[in-house]
């Protein structure tokens, strides 16, 4: 058995995102779309959801041949 560690350890350092947020394709529905949920959920500070639309938008395949 290990015994537990009785000392602080060193902060864990998490690389600062600075990725720029997706912007939509021209002409596509999907991106639009997605682009106006973000708009109205960064409105009311629902940055979940924000984040969650630069995902789909970053994923989706309609529109971007």
């Known amino acids: ?12 350092e998490l ?8 912007a939509p394709v021209a ?5 639009g ?5 973000r708009a109205r959920a960064r409105a009311v500070g629902d940055m979940t959801t924000v984040s969650d639309c630069n995902v789909f938008m970053r994923r ?4 971007h041949e």
């Open 15 to 22: 690389p600062m995102c600075t990725d720029r947020e997706p």
């Open 1 to 12: 058995m290990t015994e537990p560690t009785t000392y602080s350890t060193a902060p864990v």
């Open 33 to 37: 779309e997605l682009a106006e949920m």
């Open 27 to 31: 002409g596509c529905v999907g991106c």
């Open 60 to 63: 989706h395949p309609e529109g």
